[in-house]
């Protein structure tokens, strides 16, 4: 199985098992599927270098106390955390983000659906790009000069189109 494959799966029992049917979709399954693509390929759970955990490398007071505070997210962060036996608070949840996919998951399209806009059609690769950029708020392009954030910009297209070519099933 690929690393997109696999991913699929985790991101299919977050949907099934962890998240009411309004945060489900093709959309929101290419989101989740190419933020961590981007952020960590797959591979890693520990941002190397660095503090943010989970494939989708999120920080204790960046991500999570995001999805943990804001209105929009809020009860539904407490209810996954509930079921996945993890305290709603941000260290807590930074630790279990070590192991646990589907509280990351879970957490990932929460933020997601922290933003005012809604999610970007399918194929909007720029749309999906501002929208990554306004929630993860990557460092790597924030504070990379143009040669580095053309390198960054390369690296989410080919993020987004191996995504959406897994959502479509051609992976």
Request: charged content about 15%; aromatic content about 10%.
């Given at each position: 199985?690929?690393?997109?494959?696999?991913?699929?799966?985790?991101?299919?029992?977050?949907?099934?098992?962890?998240?009411?049917?309004?945060?489900?979709?093709?959309?929101?399954?290419?989101?989740?599927?190419?933020?961590?693509?981007?952020?960590?390929?797959?591979?890693?759970?520990?941002?190397?270098g660095?503090?943010?955990?989970?494939?989708?490398?999120?920080?204790?007071?960046?991500?999570?106390?995001?999805?943990?505070?804001?209105p929009?997210?809020?009860?539904?962060?407490r209810?996954?955390?509930?079921?996945?036996?993890?305290?709603?608070?941000?260290?807590?949840?930074?630790?279990?983000?070590?192991?646990d996919?589907?509280?990351?998951?879970?957490?990932?399209?929460?933020?997601?659906?922290?933003?005012?806009?809604?999610?970007?059609?399918?194929?909007?690769?720029?749309?999906?790009?501002?929208?990554?950029?306004?929630?993860?708020?990557?460092?790597?392009?924030?504070?990379?000069?143009?040669?580095?954030?053309?390198?960054?910009?390369?690296?989410?297209?080919?993020?987004?189109?191996?995504?959406?070519?897994?959502?479509?099933?051609?992976?």
């Amino acid at each position: 199985m690929t690393a997109l494959q696999i991913a699929s799966g985790i991101i299919e029992l977050t949907f099934q098992h962890l998240l009411p049917a309004k945060f489900h979709g093709d959309q929101a399954r290419v989101m989740l599927l190419a933020i961590p693509q981007q952020e960590s390929g797959w591979e890693y759970r520990q941002q190397i270098g660095g503090p943010a955990r989970s494939y989708y490398q999120m920080e204790q007071g960046g991500g999570i106390h995001g999805v943990l505070k804001h209105p929009a997210s809020s009860a539904y962060a407490r209810s996954v955390c509930a079921l996945r036996a993890v305290a709603p608070v941000e260290s807590d949840v930074y630790s279990a983000f070590l192991t646990d996919d589907l509280l990351a998951c879970a957490f990932a399209r929460l933020l997601l659906w922290t933003d005012a806009d809604p999610l970007p059609q399918l194929g909007d690769e720029r749309g999906a790009w501002e929208l990554y950029h306004r929630t993860w708020r990557p460092g790597a392009f924030d504070r990379g000069n143009a040669a580095q954030q053309a390198s960054v910009l390369a690296r989410w297209h080919n993020s987004y189109s191996a995504a959406l070519a897994a959502a479509r099933g051609n992976s």
